[in-house]
Structures are given as structure tokens and as C-alpha cells.
């Protein structure tokens, strides 16, 4: 699903995008990234769907069913992959986060798209790093704003997809994760009286 009209003439998504903003109130991320040069992240959490755009790079999409039940700290709402789909370049690809309990591994994002495995998995308190078949190709934060920076690891080949994927997993579901010792210290502090 496209929540952008874009003007093919024009050939000026951020353009679109920008006027995409101020109708239906989403909120957007420009970012100038080292290696594919303007992109646009548009989230909007109330509709739940987010929307990554830029000249040089395909569009990809994440949309919630209108069922779905719905969580604040989750910026597109869930987790659970039922009420979930996505695309990259208008072609369905599969979605699957994990739960999002207790380690940062349980906040992973997979992605399958043409045969390779993308995943989004935490790795500090504020960032995650984008794996493709296994292979760090860089990292990503983002607040769950709609706001997303990216840098890529050097040496790292990264294409036009692999950068719409991250973008839209980073924005749709946030970055970042404590560590299990920190929540379990946060919970037992919780159980202490007074």
C-alpha cells in the first residue's frame, strides 16, 4: 500500500512526501544518508503505517490491519507479525518480529525478501545493527519518531533495498534495547518496598 502520491513527472518524492506530511499529519525523518543521498521517513502511529522514500532507493512500506491491538512504545503499534505486512518496491516480502520480552534478542525484526534474510536486532541501549544473510551492514537509531539515521559499515555492500529495509524496520519498530541485567535490576528494584 502507497500512502504517497507521487508525481512521476516531477521525479520529487520529498516534495510529495513533504505535502504527504502536512495532510494526513505524519510525522517525517529527512535524512541525507552517506551513500543513497535523500531519504524520507514518514510515520504516522495513529493509522499505523510508515513509509520510506528517497530518489535512490525503492520504496518500502510497513502497514498495521485496522484490528490489530495497539501499544504506545511500539511506534507502528504491534509486534505481532499477524497484523503486520510489508513491501519493498510494491512487492510483499515477509515480516516477522519477535515478541519483544526480556533480552534484546526477543526485540528482532526478521525480514525475508527474494531469498535473503534481513534481521534488525538491538545491540546497545539506543542503537541496532542491520544484518543481511548473517553480515553487519550497519547500524541504525531511531527514537520511534520517524526520525532514522543510519551509517554504514565500511567495506559493506550495501544496496538500494537493503537501505529501504532498514529504514522502514528502524522506523516502524524503534531501536535499541537494555540489556537483561539492566531489567533485571529494574525489576527487582520495583519489588523493594518504600
Do not use: C
Not at 170 to 194: D, K, S
Request: charged letters at 25%; zero cysteines; glycine letters at 10%.
Amino acid at each position: 500500500m502507497t500512502h504517497v502520491t507521487l508525481d512521476k513527472d516531477s521525479g520529487n518524492q520529498a516534495d510529495a512526501a513533504a505535502e504527504t506530511e502536512t495532510e494526513e499529519e505524519a510525522p517525517t525523518g529527512p535524512v541525507q544518508d552517506d551513500r543513497f543521498g535523500d531519504i524520507t521517513v514518514l510515520l504516522n502511529d495513529e493509522e499505523g503505517w510508515v513509509e520510506v522514500l528517497g530518489d535512490a532507493i525503492p520504496p518500502a512500506a510497513v502497514d498495521r490491519a485496522p484490528e490489530a491491538e495497539t501499544e504506545s512504545h511500539i511506534p507502528i503499534g504491534t509486534r505481532n507479525g499477524d497484523h503486520l505486512s510489508m513491501t519493498v518496491d510494491g512487492e510483499p516480502v515477509a515480516l516477522a518480529p519477535a515478541k519483544g520480552k526480556l533480552s534484546r534478542r526477543s526485540y528482532a525484526v526478521d525480514v525475508t525478501r527474494d531469498g535473503v534474510a534481513y534481521r534488525l536486532v538491538p545491540d546497545s541501549i539506543a542503537g541496532s545493527r542491520l544484518l543481511k544473510d548473517g553480515k553487519h551492514l550497519g547500524d541504525f537509531s531511531s527514537d520511534g519518531d520517524g526520525r532514522v539515521l543510519a551509517e554504514w559499515k565500511e567495506g559493506a555492500e550495501v544496496s538500494p533495498a537493503d537501505a529501504s529495509v532498514g529504514y522502514a524496520l528502524a522506523a516502524a519498530f524503534g531501536t535499541g534495547g537494555q540489556p537483561m541485567w539492566m531489567v533485571a535490576i529494574e525489576a527487582a528494584a520495583e519489588l523493594l518496598p518504600g
